[in-house]
């Protein structure tokens, strides 16, 4: 059930080095799965098998699912024609405890624009293009819902803060207004209630 075309790019050039091969290897099985039957499949077995592929949320894994969104090689990539359904599957893992992953590997700062002096985001101004532009409002409301970002991580705040300011041409104005309450909202909402669910999870153990 291997593609040797996919196995290869997968183990050479989408994982980083900190993979771990087991992991890696069950979902370049799952990947070559999806690709050798997407276009035989009904819609709704297609969409599981998706989630098979993104439902990796390790770190690692989180990186190299980004990369597989940017690429358009369709011979190893996603399908041009299912980067919405990609999109989404790999927003979900916002519902699963990899929010602060994902949107750490999202907003990765990448050069400076030397006309602008705006900070360069490449993974996500590469997956916003192939995703298209009537998608990008509901894919940042939907990784976004989930982030908790602490009021002491002043990094990840200056991060968040620099990369909405240097993306606020490409992201709608409603939805970037949305993205940033949401942000802070729920910053706000775990310093309030943060203790109480931290000693409801510990009584349950």
């Excluded at 059930?1 to 996919?6: A, E, K, L, S, T």
């Excluded at 030397?114 to 192939?130: C, L, N, V």
């Excluded at 509901?138 to 990369?163: A, G, P, R």
């Amino acid at each position: 059930m291997y593609d040797n075309v996919i196995q290869k790019n997968e183990q050479t050039s989408i994982y980083p080095p900190d993979w771990n091969i087991r992991e890696a290897e069950r979902r370049t099985f799952l990947f070559s799965i999806y690709h050798c039957t997407s276009q035989l499949i009904p819609p709704e077995v297609k969409t599981q098998s998706l989630r098979c592929v993104f439902r990796f949320n390790s770190p690692a894994m989180i990186n190299s699912s980004l990369l597989l969104l940017q690429e358009e090689n369709e011979d190893y990539g996603i399908k041009k024609q299912e980067m919405t359904l990609a999109a989404y599957q790999l927003g979900s893992l916002s519902s699963v405890g990899g929010a602060l992953k994902l949107w750490k590997f999202l907003i990765q700062e990448t050069g400076v624009d030397t006309e602008t002096g705006k900070k360069q985001y490449a993974i996500f101004d590469s997956i916003r293009k192939r995703i298209g532009g009537l998608l990008v409002s509901d894919f940042m409301e939907y990784i976004t819902q989930n982030i908790v970002i602490m009021k002491d991580d002043s990094d990840l705040l200056k991060h968040t803060d620099d990369f909405f300011e240097a993306e606020s041409g490409n992201i709608p104005s409603f939805s970037l207004k949305k993205c940033r309450n949401v942000v802070k909202n729920n910053s706000e909402l775990w310093e309030q209630q943060g203790a109480s669910v931290k000693e409801w999870l510990e009584s349950l153990e």
